[in-house]
């Protein structure tokens, strides 16, 4: 399978560069796994897609401010920016820096006017550098007033309240970036949909900028996943697994809440908590055995993304959607509309 078979033509004008207001604002897509069948809607239209019994399991990931734009410790004049990748242990994180070329081991940095410094203390394979950060007291405190929200490279726009970058119900710090399939829900819409008989758990993945990655090879069974820490709660397992034998449906709301269930769930059903590392690349050809809907936003041609919905609801199926959201002029990527997947029939 070539990693030409995800390619849709998408102008440059649909790319969504600011968040709609209010949140659930936002056009939906539906799609039938089964047949294929289009349909248009409101963001603020899912719950009459939805039915009592059915489980939304959303990724309560908070994106980190990790964009510190600071100096050379001895030498204010040259610029450096950091960003924050992954914490690896009290106060040492895995960091990209630029330029790279000026961050040997050994050489210290300053940010905010020394509210927080660094230290290189190794280069790894890939060019990313092991740091370790020195502050006055609260780490996450010092990093809230020194770091800025990383916006994926597609949004070229200022964003005017890094809140509208993060879930309403967001609490667990450690993404790189936001799970944007959440940024839809308000909550007085979920709720509503409590009250309708929609139940809710949450996983955490903190998303990793591998997530921005491009895939490299033709072949997309020779592309090397990256790995992000996953948590499912010993009560979401529960809800899971309830929701199973008594009939509803578990839609996962986002590509993350979807890899974080159905890595757990090769593992064996029924599901049990669990926390660790996830590589797993979800492809035509993979089977899902947990989740039976999904709800994200529209991903960027070729990436692992397009592929995990299109081994959800099928290539054909999803590459034609795609084509009708570019005709119907829907806004793609990050801050932009939704789909609901799954299958529409009652």
């Known amino acids: 399978m070539l990693k ?29 796994r089964e047949t294929g069948e289009v349909g248009h809607r409101r963001f603020t239209d899912l719950g009459t897609l939805l039915r009592p019994g059915d489980l939304l399991v959303l990724n309560d990931s908070r994106v980190l401010p990790a964009r510190i734009l600071g100096t050379l410790e001895d030498n204010r004049e040259k610029p450096m920016e950091f960003l924050l990748l992954e914490q690896k242990r009290q106060d040492v994180w895995e960091v990209l820096v630029r330029p790279g070329k000026r961050a040997k081991i050994g050489t210290r940095f300053s940010f905010g006017e020394g509210m927080l410094r660094a230290e290189v203390l190794e280069i790894l394979e890939g060019g990313n550098r092991l740091v370790r950060f020195e502050h006055g007291g609260n780490f996450y405190h010092t990093l809230e007033q020194v770091g800025q929200m990383p916006l994926p490279p597609y949004i070229t726009e200022k964003l005017e309240n890094p809140e509208r970058y993060q879930t309403v119900y967001s609490k667990e710090l450690g993404s790189a970036a936001a799970p944007t399939a959440g940024l839809h829900f308000t909550t007085e819409m979920l709720d509503e949909l409590r009250a309708k008989g929609v139940k809710t758990a949450f996983v955490t993945l903190h998303v990793g900028l591998g997530t921005f990655r491009p895939v490299k090879e033709n072949d997309i069974h020779d592309h090397k996943m990256h790995s992000e820490h996953i948590f499912l709660p010993q009560e979401t397992a529960e809800a899971i697994n309830r929701t199973k034998q008594e009939g509803g449906r578990v839609i996962a709301v986002g590509t993350t809440s979807c890899r974080t269930l159905e890595a757990v769930g090769q593992m064996g059903l029924p599901l049990r908590a669990w926390e660790g590392y996830t590589d797993i690349f979800l492809y035509p050809g993979k089977k899902f055995v947990v989740i039976d809907g999904l709800i994200t936003n529209f991903h960027l041609p070729e990436s692992t993304l397009i592929m995990l919905v299109s081994a959800f609801a099928g290539r054909e199926h999803v590459l034609a959607a795609y084509a009708e959201a570019v005709r119907e002029r829907y806004r793609f990527f990050s801050f932009g509309d939704a789909m609901f997947i799954g299958t529409m029939k009652k």
């Open 4 to 32: 030409s078979d995800f390619y849709y033509d998408l102008p440059k004008e649909l790319i969504a560069q600011t968040p709609v207001e209010p949140r659930n604002a936002s056009r939906l897509m539906t799609l039938d």
